[in-house]
């Protein structure tokens, strides 16, 4: 069998992709990679099993990340024989939507729609001719693709009908989800109905079953990073949030004229305007990052430091955008402002809809997220009379335990919220939406359903709904005990081998059913 494999940055993931070939005898037909420098583990090892995969197909077509970020790359792409008809482009429209509003992860000065379209439509007959001149049967992601061009193939296999093999973090300790589809897999409504919930637990693997309900180490971590840089409501926050964009513009300036004294970097925030130039790549991050601390400011002085947690409340954490939760996972909702909007028509009379943006969405060195909000974005939201925007200091842990629901497009917030007794409004795609404690929601009408069917849920429901959720996805062999990111496998309690075996065995297992 012919596979595909994209996005592949992570030492890991090449001793996987070496290992599959090597049990499998299946052949690599395509594969992009990191660059040098711009892998996670070891850089050399990295570039070692690169060369000898090289070597073993040297039939395969292998590109890197540079041979799709910067503009003046394209034209080489007009070489390709041109395949795509009139109809072949109407069949990807939902393909190019969504690539072309990831393009803003790598276009700090804006571009037109008709000058991304011009390089999407160049992608997208390159990786259709790709698929069909190596004979592409299966594609292999060891996370949901986010970067625009990678989307374009990865969406492109889907189109087409190939196998896909996915790895998708959960924030069970110590597992991860591999998939033999995209889609996450529905629960069956009579799947264990006669089986109680202790039963069920008994069933799963000892570490398995102790992790359900337990604070993951890996989340934690990724809280306590995102929550230190908050600079809280105060007569001063203003003037605390101007001095740290003085302080970080120095900073960039500094980098920008004496770029030797610094490692060599990837402009990759401004590639797609084809910058090379790094101090003007550090006058223009400068600029936008003026831009965004004003939004900073903006949204401090519309928060309400006085909102009520004695009454009825939906509480709508965002998510951090550019990220791959929202964008593609988030769908049409990855615009967050439409969520917030459905939530206000659907709740009942009485109730609230309190808003907090992502405690990262201001973070300094994430300059492109200033592309994802503006002011017209919070003042629609302060328009809306039963919603309400939430400092950035306020515990996200309290605002749950004590609201009726939790709406998020995919987040970590929502999986927090139903392991504790707390039912969640899902709006895009994600590893616990199987779960019948939360619910998809894609209108206003099915949102006010959602609310009424959660509303009528006990604790002893939710709990049942998750194990159920849990047991399900383990039974279909879909858990698998493994990190997903280079860094965590250290955190597992077996050994960086195991988990790659494990891996591998769950690929090959799935891999003899297509």
Known sequence: MNYAFLDIAQEYQLDAVMEFLNRTGSKLSYI?????????GSVSHCIQKVTKLKESFPEGQFDTLNDFLYPDVYPAFIHTDWVLSEQDILDCKHIESMSIRLMDRSALVPTSAFSRRRMYLLLLNYFSFLIDSKDIQGVV?????HSFFTHVMYELCKLKGLKVLKLEYHFLTEYSVLLNQDEWPALPTEYAQNESTESLLLKLPKNLSDSIFKNSEILEEYKNKETKAIVKQSPFSSLTLYIRFVVKGIKNLIMGFFPFLFKKEVLHFASLNGIKNRLYYRIILTRQLFKLIRLNVKYNKLANSNISLNQNYVFVG????????????????????????????SIPEGWKVYVKDHPNQ????????????NKLFYKCIDELPNVEIVPLEIDSEVLIQNTQLVATLTGTLGWEAITKNVPTLVFGNTYYMSCRAARKVTSVESCKLAIQELGDMKDTDIKREIVRYISYYHEQKWLIQTANWQTNFTKNSISYEQQIENIVDRMNFFHNQF
């Open 362 to 373: 201001f973070n300094v060195r994430k300059v492109p997220n200033r592309h994802y909000r």
């Open 318 to 345: 965002l998510h951090m955008q550019p990220e791959k939760t929202s964008q593609p996972m988030g769908g049409e909702f990855d615009n967050q402002l439409m969520m917030i909007k459905v939530l206000s028509d």
């Open 32 to 40: 992009n990679t990191a660059v040098e420098g711009n892998f996670h």
């Open 141 to 145: 992601v060891f996370d949901t693709p």
